[in-house]
Structures are given as C-alpha cells and as structure tokens.
C-alpha cells in the first residue's frame, strides 16, 4: 500500500499562485510514478501533471502547460505541484496519486492505483 497526503490547498485569487504538496509512504519513492489530477464541481476528474518514475519525465495537461510546474523530492519523498497565473476554472479539488506504471498517465488504460484524500482550491476574487 502506497500513501499520500496533500497539503498547501486554500484560496487564491486570480493571477496568483499556489503551491501544492504530496507526502509519499509505503513503498520506494524512486519505484513511483506520482501525478496530480483535479475535479472541479460536476465536471470529470482531469489529469493535470505527473513525474514519471524511471527518469523523472515530467508530463502536464495541455490546459495547464506553461504556467504549471511540478517537481520531486526523493530525499523528502514528496512531490510539489506549483500554478502560476490562476483563474477561476483552476478551483477543483487537487488530488495526488501513485502508481508504478510510468510514462505519461494520460495515455494509461486506468487511473492511478493509489490516491491521498484530495485538497481543495478556490481561485476566486
């Protein structure tokens, strides 16, 4: 069993940015592939940025591509995600997940094996 835990979620206001956190547990960091995915209210879960095990090949969603970052620690065992420029239609529950899969989780036949409880964030004025 794998376990994470996010932290760093809250408001924001637009043109912002924010810093997202993942605490990993429970198997060898390096052997995981961790990705960020988000769900904003009635609309579908959303992939948003991953780093790859293996290499650390980092992968982002188009919508998010260029003012997004994300980035792992294998000392701490965390992987941080940072927006820049946020609008409104990046308020979503912020989710990270583990898998021993890697390349790009976008292009997988199913999501990510283990996922932390979710952070919310709110990009409002």
């Known amino acids: 069993q794998v376990q994470l835990v996010e932290t760093g979620g809250g408001s924001v206001q637009p043109g912002g940015s924010l810093r997202l956190s993942c605490a990993v547990s429970?198997?060898?960091?390096?052997?995981?592939?961790i990705a960020w995915f988000r769900q904003a209210p009635g609309k579908e879960r959303e992939f948003v940025a991953a780093?790859?095990?293996?290499?650390?090949?980092?992968y982002y969603a188009d919508s998010v591509k260029g003012r997004c970052a994300i980035s792992r620690d294998d000392a701490k065992n965390t992987v941080d995600l940072q927006l820049f420029s946020v609008k409104p239609g990046d308020t979503a529950v912020y989710s990270c997940?583990?898998?021993?899969?890697?390349?790009?989780?976008?292009?997988?036949?199913?999501?990510?094996?283990?996922w932390g409880q979710g952070t919310q964030v709110t990009v409002s004025s």
């Open positions: 780093s790859s095990r293996i290499d650390s090949t980092t």
């Open positions: 997940a583990a898998d021993v899969r890697w390349g790009p989780p976008a292009d997988w036949h199913s999501l990510p094996s283990w």
């Open positions: 429970g198997r060898p960091f390096e052997m995981l592939t």
